[in-house]
């Protein structure tokens, strides 16, 4: 072999790697490097800044100690832990429901047309729907309130009611169906074969035998990503509870997210926020274990 070809060959094996090393030195910079220095911080009483910036004093676990000893910190878990539970029960229920009777639609041009519907609202920005809701919610000018008075009712502040403004933000994206989940259930109920579900019918199943002891069995795979998507994006989301109660009234709103978000930027304690964030990455670690268990797959033969 001549040294010509030597050196192609040895270009060839570099030369993939040279390719996504820009993208590798990007993920290291601005996703692995944040995390690291999240944990590193978290034992640290630091104010942000860096050098002679600021306070930068080893704490070891006291940021951690503080959080435990902290109602608010608890609270904020207590309130994401009816987040996560009602959110994981409506993505796994009502997208599903809605992606099964598309898919029954036997008109295949009909069946596009309502795809098309359910996933339009994904391009308005969701600023947008947060706002429009916060105005459902008026107590003076309202929907929801505008209809009580023709009842004869008086205006409810269910935004700023400790019993109501969990559930208000719950109700929020009412009735649930459109986006994302309402596409993997498609995708999903569309890759399952069809000669499993024929079989079925010969045998004389029912379309709810069939939903039940072949779709839904056969669906795992994505309810395992919209359980573990969904308790994700539950523990990280504060944006629609900054932006239409900021937490309130009191601390019945508040998520960690949020107090994370409030404790760095409005108090200055980026160490203690370290530590909000290093607590709840190890709990979506946990959930996203726990999915694994729940929706356990048999391997290929």
Excluded: H
Excluded at 43 to 61: A, D, L, M, T
Excluded at 123 to 150: A, E, K
Excluded at 160 to 184: D, E, H, N, Q
Aim: net charge positive; proline share 4%.
């Amino acid at each position: 072999m001549n040294l010509k070809l030597k050196k192609k060959l040895k270009g060839d094996k570099i030369a993939p790697y040279l390719m996504i090393a820009p993208t590798l030195i990007l993920l290291a910079i601005f996703a692995l490097y944040p995390v690291v220095l999240s944990i590193v911080k978290s034992f640290f009483r630091w104010s942000g800044g860096f050098g002679g910036n600021g306070i930068n004093q080893f704490v070891g676990f006291g940021n951690y100690l503080q959080l435990f000893k902290d109602p608010v910190f608890w609270q904020s878990w207590g309130n994401s832990l009816f987040f996560m539970v009602t959110g994981v029960v409506v993505n796994l229920i009502f997208p599903f429901l809605c992606g099964f009777m598309i898919f029954s639609v036997k008109n295949p041009k009909a069946s596009y047309r309502w795809r098309v519907a359910f996933v339009v609202p994904m391009v308005v920005p969701s600023m947008v729907i947060f706002l429009l809701w916060q105005f459902i919610y008026d107590v003076d000018i309202g929907v929801i309130n505008n209809i009580i008075r023709i009842f004869g009712g008086s205006g409810v502040d269910l935004l700023g009611s400790a019993s109501s403004v969990k559930w208000a933000i719950r109700f929020m994206g009412f009735p649930w169906v459109g986006g994302t989940f309402l596409l993997v259930y498609i995708a999903g109920l569309g890759n399952i074969d069809n000669s499993v579900r024929e079989a079925a019918r010969i045998d004389g199943a029912s379309r709810l035998r069939q939903l039940l002891f072949i779709d839904i069995p056969l669906l795992k795979p994505q309810f395992k990503m919209v359980f573990t998507l969904s308790v994700i994006g539950e523990i990280q989301d504060f944006v629609k509870i900054q932006t239409i109660t900021g937490g309130g009234p009191g601390y019945y709103s508040y998520v960690p997210g949020l107090y994370m978000y409030k404790t760095a930027f409005d108090s200055g304690e980026y160490g203690l926020a370290s530590a909000m964030g290093v607590l709840m990455m190890l709990v979506m670690l946990g959930f996203t274990y726990l999915s694994n268990f729940l929706f356990k797959t048999e391997a290929a033969d």
